[in-house]
């Protein structure tokens, strides 16, 4: 039971913990800072509103998060059955790093190519996240899965810090002219996941017990025949139904945001190059201070109090980067101060930041809370249906505002998003969900 799990080695925690610091470095630069800005503006490049570009962008993400719906859960129930999550996840890590270092033989104008890389590689490396959540029940009690999950989303952002930081100062800005360089940006992140994750290879145990196939039923059929079986269980699971239900609209926003946030800059805002830079820094020290604090307060104040408290602050966020071009006149008008928009939003990045990371830890280990031992990778699994369905629904969604009302006002879903997330969450009793799990028992 979760609850008796002794705290796994320090050195157990860390190399876990560094799977997120290495996987960031392909989220930031391919998903969020560089090559999402490369393909709307330089590959696409339908200038001057970029709405073709944004949308073929928020259509790769979406088929890429679709597959990860399909595959997850399956995946999941077969590395329970047979114990295999620890070669599950370097397969996919394998393919995150070759098809990512591939997006260097991209000319502009390669729409298709373009395309199916950010496909293959996005869904390798979004099926890994459900692979690397699966192991947090083993590495402690509940009441320790927050700063656990914590430590290992603010290494995330440390790392990605680290290799985005490297990649602006040796690889320059995103133009056409600049292209024979930015286009590194792939293997480089590439390069920095392969290197950075091996820890996690090393010090990361397998636990759990591999069981032999019933003579003539394949590994698909048992997977579906597990899933059956948790499906007809789920109504004991109660909380963990309503968990994820709010984790699928606060994904959703938060998806819209990694993708489309420095996409927002370049166009809504018209920020500088310096500020660009800026705001990646801020937005990166802010997730893992949001993520690391929350972390240990919700070891204090519970889960669910910490997960509704991230998803409040994401409400304030959302506004501040709606509303930037207001608060930059207001402040003019009432203050006297004559700031541009583009600092302006530099603060709506600090909230946002303090939102990114801390929401995503808090319900991840929310989830680990209501998982008994015996059914993470099953369990887990479901938390990547849930989020990559999330980020279908949240890129076809904004793709589409924007292609219709321009990203400046299709925005504000997110604000909605964030609300519904919150509303949905209310009913759940921690007590009760952790109390289910630890009473499980495996039937077959």
């Known amino acids: 039971m979760t609850s008796t799990t002794p705290l796994a080695p320090k050195r157990e925690i860390f190399g876990w913990s560094m799977f997120d610091f290495a996987n960031q470095a392909y989220t930031l630069l391919i998903i969020t800072v560089i090559y999402g800005d490369l393909f709307t503006r330089v590959i696409v490049a339908d200038a001057p509103d970029y709405r073709l570009g944004n949308l073929l962008w928020s259509i790769s993400l979406a088929i890429s998060y679709l597959m990860v719906v399909v595959a997850n859960p399956i995946c999941g129930a077969v590395m329970d059955y047979s114990a295999s999550r620890k070669r599950f996840l370097f397969s996919s890590y394998l393919l995150t790093v070759f098809t990512t270092a591939l997006l260097y033989f991209v000319e502009p104008g390669w729409l298709w190519p373009a395309m199916l890389l950010i496909i293959i590689s996005n869904f390798a490396y979004a099926i890994g996240e459900g692979f690397i959540a699966s192991f947090l029940t083993d590495l402690g009690p509940r009441k320790a899965l927050g700063w656990i999950s914590g430590l290992g989303w603010s290494l995330g952002y440390i790392g990605g810090l680290i290799a985005t930081a490297f990649a602006l100062l040796f690889l320059g800005e995103v133009s056409v002219e600049n292209y024979p360089t930015i286009r590194w940006v792939g293997p480089f992140a590439a390069g920095f996941f ?62 819209i945001i990694i993708a489309f946030s420095f996409i927002y800059g370049a166009q809504v805002i018209g920020w500088d190059e310096q500020v660009r830079v800026l705001m990646f820094v801020t937005v990166q020290i802010t997730a893992a201070l949001g993520a690391l604090g929350f972390g240990f307060l919700q070891s204090r104040i519970g889960a669910k109090v910490t997960y509704i408290m991230t998803l409040s602050l994401w409400l304030l966020a959302i506004l501040a980067i709606w509303q930037t071009p207001l608060i930059a006149e207001l402040c003019r008008q009432w203050f006297g101060v004559n700031w541009q928009a583009q600092y302006v939003f530099l603060v709506a990045g600090v909230l946002a930041g303090a939102s990114l990371g801390s929401s995503q830890s808090a319900a991840r280990a929310l989830v680990g809370v209501f998982t008994p031992l015996a059914k993470s990778a099953e369990f887990f699994g479901f938390w990547g249906m849930a989020t990559k369905l999330a980020a279908v629904f949240g890129m076809l969604g904004l793709g589409l505002m924007q292609w219709a009302f321009g990203l400046a006002d299709a925005i504000i879903f997110c604000l909605v998003l964030f609300v519904v997330a919150i509303i949905a969450v209310l009913p759940i009793q921690e007590v009760r969900g952790s109390a289910v799990a630890d009473s499980w028992r495996e039937q077959d």
Request: no cysteine.
């Open 194 to 255: 392969l290197l950075a994750a091996i820890p996690t290879f090393v010090w990361l145990r397998e636990r759990g017990v591999k069981r032999q196939l019933p003579p003539g039923q394949s590994v698909i059929n048992m997977a579906f025949t597990r899933l059956t079986t948790t499906w007809r269980a789920m109504h004991q699971f109660r909380d963990l139904r309503i968990l994820l239900v709010s984790i699928f609209f606060a994904m959703a926003g938060v998806y």
